[in-house]
């Protein structure tokens, strides 16, 4: 029966080494192969800039995994077979892996479709997932924002999901976190200045790495390329609120027979 080495997804948090946990640097650190995602062969890895910032050079045996910036399925399809394949081929020499994952392995990552997909090629293969920092939470405390307090609400959702929707949740919710907001993000600041929420919108982008930035007069954004690694922090303090069912409810008295 073959065995396998166990495929380990390290969260790494969005861009400060300092934001690795102990059990993911452990993770790193123990001997384990390391593969990281680039967009394209021979392009730079985010994630793998990460721990190298930490102190952690680049061991000889890391090796890239592709996967392409496009929404052609076709063109997808391949990409993660490709990349599954060359996983289930490496764990099967019996070495642990461990996938170097910026943010957070269960937030918007590469990780969960790369494991689901070795899985279906090899069931036996153990996946360990290492929770860690997101972006939007490391993105709240550099700028001193609460995601949310008390009874609010938050939500978190792709940009792409467009306008009309963005719109329409900032009634539903207190905060809005609108991630990978770079492709509209004019359209979003003319919403939110057009609903009176500019003054409550911050702008983060590359939170936690060397040149991250940060925006607080999103309106200046206008007409500016950004970088894809950003996101959109927005608050609506006037939303109307439904009432709220406070303490344990009692259990319904059963009905007399």
């Given at each position: 029966?073959?065995?396998?080495?166990?495929?380990?997804?390290?969260?790494?948090?969005?861009?400060d080494p300092d934001l690795i946990?102990?059990?993911?640097?452990?993770?790193?650190?123990?001997?384990?192969?390391?593969?990281?995602?680039?967009?394209?062969?021979?392009?730079?890895?985010?994630?793998?800039?990460?721990?190298?910032?930490?102190?952690?050079?680049?061991?000889?045996?890391?090796?890239?995994?592709?996967f392409p910036m496009t929404r052609?399925?076709?063109?997808?399809?391949?990409?993660?077979?490709?990349?599954?394949?060359?996983?289930?081929?490496?764990?099967?020499?019996?070495?642990?892996?461990?996938?170097?994952?910026?943010?957070?392995?269960?937030?918007?990552?590469?990780?969960?479709?790369?494991?689901?997909?070795?899985?279906?090629?090899?069931?036996?293969?153990?996946?360990?997932?290492?929770?860690?920092?997101?972006?939007?939470?490391?993105?709240?405390?550099?700028?001193?924002?609460?995601?949310?307090?008390?009874?609010?609400?938050?939500?978190?959702?792709?940009?792409?999901?467009?306008?009309?929707?963005?719109?329409?949740?900032?009634?539903?919710?207190?905060?809005?976190?609108?991630?990978?907001?770079?492709?509209?993000?004019?359209?979003?600041?003319?919403?939110?200045?057009?609903?009176?929420?500019?003054?409550?919108?911050?702008?983060?982008?590359?939170?936690?790495?060397?040149?991250?930035?940060?925006?607080?007069?999103?309106?200046?954004?206008?007409?500016?390329?950004?970088?894809?690694?950003?996101?959109?922090?927005?608050?609506?303090?006037?939303?109307?609120?439904?009432?709220?069912?406070?303490?344990?409810?009692?259990?319904?008295?059963?009905?007399?027979?």
């Amino acid at each position: 029966m073959q065995s396998y080495g166990k495929l380990i997804g390290a969260s790494l948090g969005p861009g400060d080494p300092d934001l690795i946990t102990r059990r993911a640097w452990a993770a790193v650190t123990s001997g384990a192969r390391w593969l990281y995602p680039v967009k394209k062969a021979e392009d730079a890895s985010y994630a793998l800039s990460i721990v190298e910032r930490g102190g952690l050079p680049k061991p000889a045996d890391a090796e890239a995994l592709v996967f392409p910036m496009t929404r052609d399925p076709e063109i997808l399809a391949k990409a993660w077979a490709r990349a599954a394949t060359r996983t289930v081929e490496l764990l099967a020499e019996g070495r642990d892996l461990v996938f170097l994952v910026e943010g957070d392995a269960s937030t918007f990552a590469t990780f969960g479709h790369l494991a689901r997909v070795v899985r279906e090629l090899a069931p036996a293969v153990v996946v360990e997932t290492i929770p860690g920092v997101s972006s939007f939470a490391a993105a709240a405390a550099t700028t001193g924002v609460a995601l949310a307090e008390e009874d609010e609400t938050i939500a978190v959702i792709p940009t792409a999901y467009g306008i009309a929707v963005i719109d329409h949740l900032l009634d539903e919710f207190d905060t809005l976190v609108l991630m990978k907001v770079k492709p509209l993000i004019d359209d979003v600041i003319e919403l939110i200045e057009r609903r009176g929420l500019a003054a409550t919108a911050c702008f983060i982008e590359k939170v936690g790495a060397p040149d991250q930035r940060i925006v607080r007069d999103v309106t200046c954004l206008k007409g500016q390329t950004v970088h894809y690694l950003s996101l959109m922090l927005v608050q609506n303090p006037g939303r109307a609120r439904g009432a709220l069912h406070r303490g344990c409810r009692k259990p319904s008295a059963a009905k007399a027979v």
